[in-house]
């Protein structure tokens, strides 16, 4: 049972409502007025149907109780005289209700308005732009949150309020009630009569007493009324008591009529003084004849109790009693008046004399028997002692747990709330939470309790010291969420989630998580936070952690909402599929699949370098986002009108059930570029100077910017075809295994010059709801200036963003004839195919860059080829495309090295008719083909033992295949190119070899062997017929031996094309290599010395070691910019390049083998830094095609001994016998010259140190020489050699001593082997 409610008017002046509004926040703030609003006396008022319309007909749909209730707002002077005492009350209040209000109403509609009144002031967050995290963010948010929920006093007052038990308290019992008829009812005073001759049903029920209740009796006279009200009035007072008969005259016209209530004209108002009436006269004679009756009443039943219990100990007559079961109403009892007694005297104020009736009524009722009565009196025994300042908590505690066994729940529940209100005064936080946990967990009580129960008990536990109880309080705050949720107050339900998940967030607790996220998704959709719904789903379904149930339930109820509670079924961001930002690659027209994009993108910045472009052109055909850091800030890309733009996206369904998306596609916006309309020039002229001023009128319209952002259903479909939006898209239907991943290829197709941006894809989930997702691509941050690296600052990835111009040439490349397969050094002749597909204009300056530079030779031959000087080069083709041309560009490609190659080629074109936004293009093509090995090269080159400028070169040639399976190849020719050297056939002189010798079936090898001269000595040979099997042709600058091993055979031209040209593709990819490693071998080199120069040395001879140490490390790293120097100088003077061209019998294919820049010139000495060990096997192709690199050769010296071999001599007429030797020594060298000193060896003079042997010869004569060889030039030293007897001696004791620098030099022991006989003869 409920009381009336005050309602606060709309219409009243300010400073009423501002009274209002500060009684309120009193009342809400201390229990005390809480408890005073819940036991306020009430007076009834019965009115006539014709009352009601009256008041009705005035506006807001009023009434006259409601009426009534202004007028006890304010404070209200009381005396009332009880026996005795004298009570003066300040502060009087009376509830004015109608019988309605006593009516039996649903329990539940009373609590759903209780909740709904605090409504107002229900917020999103706790506090704004806050999230708590941890402990330690708990005295921060304290502070600046000191009410988290300011609603919470507002409940508690509205529910002590509005909660009454008739059974078991009379506060609701009235203590006057007013009669009102209208002047217009046909018989007011008969009406008056019979209004309450008969009590209503609800005071027999109640056992209401109406006996000394006062009876206030008005009429209602309306303006408009033709009746005589003064002559009904003088009717009621002489039918009535005329001091308690009342007109009241009412303007209809007004709201309330005219009986608003207004502090400054109160006392003019009539209703006033009735108000002032009541409670002065009526309701004190009430409380003075209640009391004083009931308290008659209760001493004679005690009386007649006490005669009955002594007639039943002394024999008596026994009598019949009620147990206490029973309920005390359905008999005149003594509980009941004890009962009614106690309530007066609370409504007075009395405490004391309320306590100790309260005790008394308490004492006949157990707990057992009559649970609800006696929490009831122990709460209002609680309650007596809180008004008086005495312990009051154990009461309250009986009365909590018997209402809980009476099944009183809500009656607990109130309990509850004042309870926890003492506690929280004492800062039990710890208690206050427990007990408000407690009275949550009942199972009857009603959601939006138990919800402001739990958030309570969650906040008072981030209150106990001297450490909160953090993870607890976060929990209690959730079930406050699961319990608002149930309420139906998704408002109050999203705010405790949002504030649990910033603690929950990224703990990795699956099934918090997941309930967390899962409600966060629900009541975002509910409050219209479509974008926060969107964060919480893709939250809830990245870690992939449900089960296939769950997912597919969360699917289902996700869908569910959303085509609820969204508009036309667009809900914007998606959760899912989820997108690979990073595989996100932008291709412009003539996309094909191809991993290796970054070949292509070093290609194109090869094109870039080469060009010296400093703006950032758009390439076709793969991505190109990628720019130099020294290039201007990045622009937007460049599309062409009508061309495809391809975006292949990476999309994969995170979840374990199938997904279907229809119609995926790529959403943009698309803006026009503006305008410019016109320009004027005005001059302005004056007598000191002539200014001209030029002012450009732009009438710049604002360019409307169009997007597909919507759904892309049928009608839109239509749109988009009939070319109402600028820019085409290829929907595509898309279904996801489980955990599947897909690279899908979407395109857009623009139709309008302007601006286009790609936001994402546009796609309709399951069927059901559209919306997209957004491609979130990684921003670069920028560090060029000092401003930038001190903030963070990012530059704006535009890979998406085109500017779409107008139309260009678009070209097509391909090959044609390009072979699967390939041998090793085997050469093929195919074309390339170049298309222009345009049919408005033509292109020009067409230029290729290729993966390989080495494989291909562009052209027919040497006239028409196309050919590069440096590998970083592109090649120039002199071709000319018009609109819709195909030009066959004829080239040549050569197996190089063995293995599986993709050959890309890039070509760059122009437009004729030029392009400011669009400055070249590029094209591309690619083929893949094989390479198998042929044969095998290996040399090796010795010094020649006769000439001192003559070497011998050794050539193994074999077919590495076994197995018989592979192929045979024939040797058909060999040849040698060099700028100052040829070869000779040292096998034979004037025949060709037996062709078996130069037929290598698998497995098998043969060895050839040439000498090597130069090229000045023309030594050839011919045969009968005339036909020479030797040719040498001396070139410009360079000499060319051909030597064919097949007789009347035409040969082939080595100088001519492309044979040449290849070998020089393969000289420049053998140069660069043996640049990096020379580089890299002068690094280690400059790091060794600068570790040595940092080391500390303590004394003289360390110090002259390093001194030593750091001279040939200098020596070393000049020795090797030389070499770095002679790289780069083609036909160096001590190279030689040889060429073996072979035929195979597979489709009579054929090839030429290099081996370029054999080194030949010797050294005699062992140091591995200087040189390799003279007469070793290089070996020139391998089977993979590589090249093994020695560093050249530093020390160009060869020297040999010429004497008489067999000598005769007497020694017994000449003891000894001294033989005339010359030591020639040749400086092999173009260039350099050598310093060098001879000097022979004494006899006990050894090599070798651990040998203690004499020589059986001794040197005579001038036995050092000082000798400074120019480039090319040869000397004889002469020697004398001295022996004493006869024998056989090897003439090699001398040593040459080379000046490497002021500081080194570099002793040579000479190794070779020169025998002279010594013969003796008498």
């Not at 309602?7 to 009342?27: D, E, G, K, R, Y």
Request: hydrophobic share 35%; proline share 5%; with cysteine.
């Amino acid at each position: 049972m409920t009381q009336a409610q005050i309602p606060t008017q709309h219409n009243v002046i300010s400073q009423q409502s501002q009274q209002q509004a500060q009684l309120q926040m009193m009342l809400y703030k201390d229990i005390k007025y809480s408890i005073n609003s819940w036991i306020t006396p009430s007076v009834l008022v019965i009115s006539s149907p014709s009352v009601s319309k009256i008041f009705q007909r005035s506006g807001n749909n009023t009434s006259l109780e409601q009426v009534f209730s202004q007028y006890i707002l304010e404070k209200k002077k009381v005396n009332i005289k009880v026996n005795d005492s004298s009570y003066e009350l300040n502060d009087f209040k009376v509830n004015f209700v109608t019988l309605k209000d006593y009516e039996q109403q649903i329990q539940s509609q009373i609590l759903k308005d209780t909740s709904s009144s605090i409504d107002s002031l229900t917020t999103d967050e706790y506090h704004p732009n806050f999230k708590l995290r941890t402990k330690q963010d708990v005295p921060y948010f304290q502070k600046i949150c000191q009410e988290p929920t300011p609603w919470f006093e507002k409940y508690r007052h509205q529910f002590i309020k509005s909660l009454h038990n008739l059974d078991l308290e009379t506060f609701t019992h009235p203590i006057a009630v007013v009669l009102a008829v209208s002047s217009e009812d046909s018989n007011p005073i008969g009406m008056l009569v019979k209004m309450f001759e008969k009590p209503p049903p609800i005071f027999q029920q109640l056992g209401i007493e109406v006996t000394n209740i006062p009876k206030i009796y008005m009429l209602i006279h309306p303006d408009n009324a033709h009746t005589e009200s003064e002559k009904r009035l003088n009717e009621m007072k002489t039918t009535f008591n005329q001091s308690t008969s009342y007109l009241l005259r009412v303007n209809t016209k007004e709201d309330l009529c005219g009986l608003a209530f207004d502090h400054s004209t109160s006392h003019l108002n009539p209703l006033t003084n009735i108000i002032n009436g009541i409670l002065s006269k009526d309701i004190p004679t009430y409380f003075e004849k209640e009391i004083g009756g009931l308290n008659d009443s209760i001493a004679t039943n005690k009386k007649s109790f006490f005669s009955k219990v002594k007639a039943f100990r002394f024999g008596g007559k026994k009598t019949e009693e009620p147990t206490e079961t029973e309920n005390p109403k359905n008999s005149v009892s003594v509980e009941q008046s004890i009962r009614k007694v106690a309530d007066l005297y609370f409504l007075l104020q009395d405490y004391e004399n309320a306590l100790s009736n309260y005790k008394t009524y308490s004492k006949e009722f157990n707990s057992d028997k009559s649970p609800g009565f006696y929490a009831a009196a122990n709460e209002m025994i609680g309650l007596c002692n809180y008004m008086i300042n005495k312990e009051c908590e154990s009461y309250f505690e009986i009365s909590y747990n018997n209402y809980i066994k009476s099944g009183l729940i809500h009656c607990a529940a109130r309990v509850t709330l004042i309870h926890g209100y003492i506690m929280k005064k004492k800062s039990n936080f710890k208690g206050l939470s427990d007990l408000f946990k407690t009275t949550a967990e009942l199972r009857d009580i009603d959601p939006f309790c138990s919800a402001i129960l739990w958030e309570q008990a969650g906040f008072a536990l981030l209150q106990t010291t001297p450490s909160p109880m953090f993870r607890k309080a976060t929990m209690r705050i959730v079930m406050a969420g699961d319990k608002y949720s149930e309420a139906s107050k998704r408002k109050h339900a999203l705010r405790c989630y949002s504030f649990s998940y910033s603690v929950y967030e990224s703990r990795d607790w699956n099934l918090i998580d997941d309930h967390l996220h899962l409600s966060l998704v629900r009541y975002s959709f509910f409050q219209g936070h479509t974008s926060d719904a969107i964060l919480f789903v893709n939250k809830l379904l990245e870690k992939n952690c449900q089960s296939f149930q769950k997912q597919n339930s969360i699917i289902r109820e996700f869908l569910y909402i959303s085509k609820t509670y969204t508009k036309d079924n667009y809900i914007g961001e998606l959760p899912i599929p989820s997108i690979n930002n990073e595989s996100i690659s932008v291709h412009l027209n003539d996309y094909s699949p191809d991993g290796s994009q970054s070949v292509w993108q070093e290609m194109e910045e090869a094109f870039k370098k080469e060009a010296q472009i400093t703006s950032k052109p758009q390439l076709q055909g793969f991505d190109l986002w990628k720019r130099d850091l020294y290039f201007e800030a990045e622009k937007e890309r460049t599309a062409v009108v009508e061309e495809q733009i391809t975006i292949e996206v990476e999309i994969k369904n995170p979840l374990q059930i199938p997904l279907q998306f229809n119609r995926v596609h790529l959403v943009a916006t698309f803006k026009e570029l503006p305008i410019v309309d016109s320009t004027t020039t005005t001059t302005t002229t004056t007598t000191t100077t002539t200014t001209t001023t030029t002012t450009t009128t732009t009438n710049q319209a604002e360019p409307q910017e169009e997007s597909n952002m919507s759904p892309l259903d049928d009608l839109a479909m239509n749109r988009m075809n009939n070319g109402s939006l600028p820019f085409k898209v290829e929907p595509i239907d898309i279904l996801l295994l489980p955990s599947e991943t897909k690279k899908i290829v979407f395109s857009i197709q623009p139709l309008r010059p302007g601006n286009l941006t790609v936001k994402g894809l546009g796609l309709c989930m399951c069927g059901a709801i559209w919306g997209k997702r957004e491609f979130k691509l990684k921003n670069k941050r920028l560090n060029k200036t000092r401003q930038q690296r001190e903030s963070i600052v990012y530059e704006p990835n535009l890979s998406t963003t085109f500017r779409v111009t107008c139309p260009m040439p678009r070209l097509e490349a391909h090959f044609v004839d390009f072979p699967e397969s390939l041998y090793h050094g085997e050469l093929r002749q195919l074309k390339l195919v170049l298309k222009n597909c345009s049919n408005k204009m033509g292109l020009k300056n067409v230029r290729v860059r290729l993966s390989h530079p080495t494989a291909i030779c562009f052209g027919s031959n040497s006239d028409d080829a196309s050919c590069i000087k440096k590998l970083d080069q592109s090649v120039f083709l002199d071709v000319a495309l018009p609109p819709n041309a195909t030009v066959n560009v004829p080239c040549w490609v050569r197996g190089m090295t063995v293995g599986r190659h993709t050959l890309r080629c890039l070509v760059y074109y122009e437009s004729e008719a030029g392009n400011t936004d669009l400055k070249y293009r590029l094209a591309r093509c690619q083929t893949q083909f094989d390479v198998r090995p042929s044969i095998r090269i290996s040399s090796l080159s010795q010094q020649s033992s006769t000439n001192l400028n003559a070497y011998l070169l050794g050539v193994e040639v074999d077919n590495p295949i076994i197995g018989g399976a592979g192929d045979s190849f024939h040797i058909k020719q060999i040849s040698s190119i060099s700028k100052h050297w040829k070869i000779q056939p040292l096998s034979y002189s004037t025949d060709v070899p037996t062709p078996s010798i130069v037929s290598l079936n698998p497995g098998k090898f043969t060895n050839l062997f040439f000498r090597i001269i130069p090229s000045t000595n023309i030594c050839g040979g011919g045969d009968d017929d005339g036909s020479e099997s030797i040719i040498e042709n001396k070139n410009d600058e360079i000499s060319i031996t051909n030597i064919s091993f097949y007789k009347n055979e035409p040969m082939y031209d080595s100088s001519s094309f492309p044979t040449f040209h290849f070998l020089e593709y393969e000289k420049l990819t053998i140069d660069q290599l043996q640049q990096q490693q020379l580089q890299q071998q002068q690094q280690q080199l400059q790091q060794q010395q600068q570790l040595n120069q940092s080391t500390n040395n303590n004394n003289n001879n360390n110090n002259m070691k390093q001194s030593t140490s750091n001279s040939q490390l200098n020596l070393l790293s000049n020795n090797r910019e030389n070499i770095i120097d002679n790289l780069l100088n083609d036909n160096h003077p001590n190279h030689i390049d040889l060429l073996i061209y072979w035929e195979c019998d597979n489709n009579n294919r054929m090839g030429v083998l290099n081996s370029s820049n054999i080194s030949f010139l010797p050294t005699h000495y062992n140091d591995p830094t200087l040189a390799i060990p003279w007469g070793s096997w290089k070996n020139t192709t391998s089977p993979l095609g590589k090249s093994i690199l020695y560093p050249s050769l530093k020390l160009p010296l060869r020297y040999q001994i010429k004497s008489d071999l067999f000598i005769k001599h007497n020694f017994e007429k000449e003891r000894l016998c001294t033989v005339p030797l010359k030591l020639q020594l040749s400086n092999c060298s173009f260039i350099h010259p050598l310093c060098l000193s001879v000097e022979t060896l004494l006899p006990h003079e050894n090599i070798d140190q651990t040998s203690h042997s004499t020589c059986q010869y001794f040197w005579t004569g001038i036995t050092k020489y000082n000798i400074e060889l120019k480039p090319q030039e040869i000397i004889n030293v002469d020697l004398n050699v001295c022996f004493a007897r006869s024998g056989v001696f090897n003439i090699n004791r001398f040593k040459i001593n080379v000046k490497l620098s002021n500081e080194i030099h570099k002793e040579i022991y000479s190794t070779i082997q020169h025998l002279i006989n010594i013969e003796s003869i008498n």
